[in-house]
C-alpha cells in the first residue's frame, strides 16, 4: 500500500466523520442559539431549559438523518472491505 493511498482512506474517514457528525451537531448549535437568544430576551437563566430542547431537537436530527447517516457509513465500510484483497496484494 502506498502512502498515497493511506492518506487517501485517512482523508475519506474524516469526510465521512464530518458529514454523519454535522447533522446533530448544526442541530445542537441551532437550538442552543435560539434558546440563548430567548434566554438573554427574559432574562431567564434555567440549565434544563438549554438542555430539554437540544436533547429533543437532537433526537429528532437522528431520527430524520438517522437512515442516511447509516446509509453513508455502510457504502464506506463496504468500499473499504473491498479493498482489502488488493491492499495485501500491493
Same mark, same amino acid.
Given at each position: 500500500?502506498?502512502?498515497e493511498y493511506a492518506m487517501n482512506i485517512g482523508r475519506? !474517514?474524516?469526510e465521512i466523520t464530518l458529514l454523519i457528525s454535522?447533522? *446533530?451537531?448544526?442541530t445542537a448549535l441551532a437550538v442552543g442559539l435560539i434558546v440563548s437568544i430567548f434566554?438573554? !430576551?427574559?432574562q431567564i437563566n434555567e440549565m434544563t431549559l438549554s438542555? *430539554?430542547?437540544k436533547l429533543l431537537a437532537m433526537f429528532l436530527a437522528l431520527t430524520f438523518a438517522g437512515p442516511w447517516m447509516l446509509q453513508l457509513m455502510l457504502d464506506y465500510i463496504s468500499r473499504l472491505y473491498a479493498t482489502i484483497p488488493?491492499?495485501?496484494a500491493g
Open positions: 500500500m502506498s502512502p475519506q !474517514a474524516m454535522a447533522p *446533530i451537531l448544526l434566554q438573554a !430576551a427574559t438542555f *430539554i430542547p488488493w491492499i495485501a
